[in-house]
């Protein structure tokens, strides 16, 4: 099982979510990312994700994303991703669990279960926007202030992994940094991040102090060494 957060998409050119001053390209997180700021302007909330995915179209898969491809050839792996891109997708990995929604994606603003998925020509959404079925709809992003759909998906899959890997997240951002405390007792848990937060009080943690695409070579090499 893999959880993966911004770390491992800034190498191909995604900003991260949410810069030490708050800011997200330029706005308050809190106005173009919560239930709150859809509520008082959707419009600008619409008009900000349609430049996420323009940006979305000009990036492609790293060698992290790969990586994790590559070793589906030996192993089994999940990957639990806090990020909204495709990229784990669009590099070919087989089993994705989305925690924060789906920048290629958008819900009725009614029925948060009917979602449909945008292309390359049709990616610009408005309030006026309506699905096939006639809902009105909004980004498919977990907005703060909501619920994160996906979580108990989530902790099932970490309660089943052999070995548990952490890329690119401050372990900060709940509820998915708490994910880790749901792996097994003697599970080996790997944390590839340059910057990596303390795992004080998480037993069995080996930490890979390097950006995702090192740290992935890294890992794979120690692996195969176990095999």
């Given at each position: 099982?893999?959880?993966?957060?911004?770390?491992?998409?800034?190498?191909?050119?995604?900003?991260?979510?949410?810069?030490?001053?708050?800011?997200?390209?330029?706005?308050?997180?809190?106005?173009?990312?919560?239930?709150?700021?859809?509520?008082?302007?959707?419009?600008?909330?619409?008009?900000?994700?349609?430049?996420?995915?323009?940006?979305?179209?000009?990036?492609?898969?790293?060698?992290?994303?790969?990586?994790?491809?590559?070793?589906?050839?030996?192993?089994?792996?999940?990957?639990?991703?806090?990020?909204?891109?495709?990229?784990?997708?669009?590099?070919?990995?087989?089993?994705?669990?989305?925690?924060?929604?789906?920048?290629?994606?958008?819900?009725?603003?009614?029925?948060?279960?009917?979602?449909?998925?945008?292309?390359?020509?049709?990616?610009?959404?408005?309030?006026?926007?309506?699905?096939?079925?006639?809902?009105?709809?909004?980004?498919?992003?977990?907005?703060?202030?909501?619920?994160?759909?996906?979580?108990?998906?989530?902790?099932?899959?970490?309660?089943?992994?052999?070995?548990?890997?952490?890329?690119?997240?401050?372990?900060?951002?709940?509820p998915a940094?708490?994910?880790?405390?749901?792996?097994?007792?003697?599970t080996p848990?790997?944390?590839?991040?340059?910057?990596?937060?303390?795992?004080?009080?998480?037993?069995?943690?080996?930490?890979?102090?390097?950006?995702?695409?090192?740290?992935?070579?890294?890992?794979?090499?120690?692996?195969?060494?176990?095999?």
């Amino acid at each position: 099982m893999v959880s993966t957060g911004a770390g491992i998409s800034a190498e191909s050119g995604i900003k991260t979510f949410r810069d030490a001053d708050g800011l997200w390209e330029n706005y308050p997180v809190m106005q173009v990312a919560s239930a709150d700021g859809f509520r008082r302007d959707p419009e600008l909330v619409h008009k900000f994700y349609n430049q996420r995915r323009r940006d979305l179209l000009k990036a492609v898969p790293n060698g992290a994303h790969k990586a994790l491809v590559e070793l589906e050839k030996d192993y089994d792996v999940y990957v639990i991703t806090q990020n909204v891109d495709d990229l784990h997708e669009r590099a070919g990995s087989s089993h994705v669990l989305h925690l924060h929604g789906e920048l290629m994606k958008i819900r009725s603003v009614s029925d948060p279960d009917y979602i449909e998925s945008l292309d390359i020509d049709h990616l610009e959404t408005t309030p006026a926007t309506r699905g096939r079925n006639g809902d009105l709809m909004r980004p498919h992003i977990v907005f703060f202030q909501e619920p994160v759909p996906n979580i108990e998906k989530a902790v099932d899959l970490v309660r089943r992994a052999d070995i548990f890997v952490v890329i690119g997240t401050s372990l900060v951002v709940y509820p998915a940094a708490g994910l880790i405390q749901y792996v097994r007792p003697g599970t080996p848990i790997y944390y590839i991040d340059p910057n990596p937060a303390s795992t004080a009080g998480i037993p069995g943690v080996h930490v890979i102090k390097e950006k995702a695409t090192d740290g992935m070579k890294t890992l794979a090499r120690m692996l195969y060494e176990k095999r």
